[in-house]
């Protein structure tokens, strides 16, 4: 999968698609670690209403672009590191 795309559904081209996963619990990191499958057994395509083979697009529109860049951090938290604020010579 690639840093920037969407999937679509090839059919009707629209991103309102699903794919089947499994999830995992992970004691290690207390959260749910999920698996897609690959083999595509369920896809469904809710503009379509039905089953659907995905496909996965680069992202080219720019309110998609600008979606994805508002949720990526740019900088770590200064709250992280307490002494991020702090100058030593």
Sequence with gaps: ??????????RCGSDEVEAEAYANWDIAHQTWVYDLKENGDYD???????????DERPLTDLKDIALVAAHTPIFKSVRSNPDANCVHR
């Design 1 to 10: 999968m690639s840093a920037n795309s969407k999937f679509v559904c090839t």
């Design 44 to 54: 469904y395509c809710y503009n379509c209403e039905d089953t659907a083979v995905t």
